[in-house]
Nanobody, 120 residues
Framework: QVQLVESGGGLVQPGGSLRLSCAAS????????MGWYRQAPGKERELVAR???????NYARSVKGRFTISRDNAKNTMYLQMNSLEPEDTAVYYC??????????????WGQGTQVTVSS
């Protein structure tokens, strides 16, 4: 069984920074891709950033230049450094990973979500 656990959300003023973490645990053989999605009230879930096993990254246009995604393969952990936060970044942020389990099954997993609120 695989679990994704996020941490690092909270309340921050506009212009501030937060760092989200997502730790994967369980019967993991490899992690092919990881990413962050977010969902604001009344809106659909949207991609924020993704990182692939070869370290290739891509970002939503709205966060490019402000957010940085990274991963520590030895710890099966992914990070999202968020700088110059804006009220429009307020949302629940979800961690995603495409994982190959030890038994050979590849599947998509989601974390429980962490709230990020940008407000003065």
């Amino acid at each position: 069984q695989v679990q994704l656990v996020e941490s690092g959300g909270g309340l921050v003023q506009p212009g501030g920074s937060l760092r989200l973490s997502c730790a994967a645990s369980g019967s993991i053989f490899s992690i092919n891709a990881m990413g962050w999605y977010r969902q604001a009230p009344g809106k659909e879930r949207e991609l924020v950033a993704r990182i692939f096993s070869g370290e290739t990254t891509n970002y939503a246009r709205s966060v490019k230049g402000r957010f940085t995604i990274s991963r520590d393969n030895a710890k099966n952990t992914m990070y999202l450094q968020m700088n110059s936060l804006e009220p429009e970044d307020t949302a629940v942020y979800y961690c995603y990973a495409r994982i190959v389990e030890v038994k050979g099954v590849e599947d998509d997993y989601w974390g429980q979500g962490t709230q990020v609120t940008v407000s003065s």
